[in-house]
């Protein structure tokens, strides 16, 4: 008897223990969303990093490497670029899993594990992040749309989340369910001085990246939300870009410094809101 009463209790811990690891148990006061340049490859401090330092609040990292904003695929890599849209990653946190993204990073070992190896980890670690329970979330994303041409709205669907308006009006709306009472803030994207691998011009002077920035603006300003902006209030430029930009496109320690200010600022306007 003894003997079955200690193996029930061993299943029921065993049981215990795998419900904790699998249940959202991390609580963060900050949700960061974005793309590589938040993900901060090779930077003394992340934007997160430099954020959670600034505020004192536990910040989860929830950006991708290559991710846009709308739903986009460039019929090279199928539906893989859209499963890590911002506008998949709503829908992952309205239904309340993450399972698909975990699944699709676990799928393709060369495309995930090589060229975005932070894609994994950072997707099992938002599956456990309890979203609701932020205070704080930031979208920051934009480039990778301007660079893949996704249309920057679709005047007669306001929600379609293959453009960037409606995903991010979407990614609003869903998130605004999730978390009710978090903050939102909007982040537009900054200029770029960036040669693709096949040497093509991609640079924020020949693509309108004004208007991605412009309709975030304008997003911001229908929702009420604070919005960090780092197209016009960055101050980085085709004349100075050297000086923020390691590559052309990601940001050095300098550059990450500069957007995390803004944000730090945008922060503090939204929740002066409540005083």
Same mark, same amino acid.
Not at 45 to 50: A, K, M, S, V
Not at 131 to 157: L, W
């Given at each position: ?19 904790a ?7 963060y006061?900050?949700v960061?969303?974005g793309d ?17 330092k600034?505020?004192?609040?536990r ?5 991708? $490497? &290559?991710?846009?904003? !709308? =739903?986009?695929?460039?019929? /090279?890599r199928?539906?893989r ?5 911002? #506008? ?16 699709a ?6 495309y ?15 599956s456990?992040t ?16 301007c660079m ?15 453009t960037?308006?409606?995903?991010l009006?979407q990614?609003v ?11 939102i803030?909007?982040v ?10 096949s $040497? &093509?011009?991609?640079? !924020? =002077?020949?693509?309108?990246? /004004? ?7 304008e997003?911001a #300003? ?9 197209y ?13 930009l ?30």
């Amino acid at each position: 008897m003894a003997g079955i009463v200690a193996s029930l209790i061993l299943a029921a811990v065993a049981i215990a223990m795998l419900f904790a690891v699998n249940s959202k148990t991390s609580q963060y006061d900050i949700v960061v969303f974005g793309d590589s340049r938040m993900v901060g490859h090779e930077l003394t401090e992340t934007i997160p990093e430099i954020i959670e330092k600034e505020t004192g609040r536990r910040t989860v990292n929830a950006a991708f $490497g &290559g991710s846009t904003l !709308a =739903d986009y695929t460039d019929g /090279n890599r199928g539906e893989r670029d859209s499963l890590f849209s911002m #506008s998949a990653l709503s829908k992952c946190a309205e239904a309340g899993s993450f399972r698909q993204l975990i699944a699709a990073a676990k799928s393709d070992g060369v495309y995930y594990r090589v060229l975005f190896p932070e894609i994994l980890d950072t997707a099992v670690k938002l599956s456990h992040t309890d979203i609701k329970s932020a205070q704080i979330i930031i979208i920051g994303q934009g480039v990778n749309d301007c660079m893949a041409s996704v249309p920057v709205d679709n005047p007669g669907n306001p929600f379609d989340t293959k453009t960037y308006g409606g995903a991010l009006r979407q990614s609003v709306e869903r998130l605004k369910k999730v978390s009710p009472k978090a903050k939102i803030v909007l982040v537009t994207p900054a200029y770029f001085d960036y040669l693709s691998e096949s $040497g &093509g011009d991609l640079s !924020a =002077d020949s693509l309108p990246l /004004n208007e991605y920035a412009d309709k975030c603006i304008e997003i911001a #300003s229908d929702y009420d939300l604070e919005v960090a902006d780092c197209y016009y209030g960055s101050g980085i430029d085709s004349d100075n870009c050297t000086d923020y930009l390691k590559d052309g496109l990601h940001y050095n320690d300098k550059g990450a410094g500069v957007v995390a200010e803004l944000i730090l600022a945008a922060i503090k306007r939204a929740e002066d809101k409540n005083d």
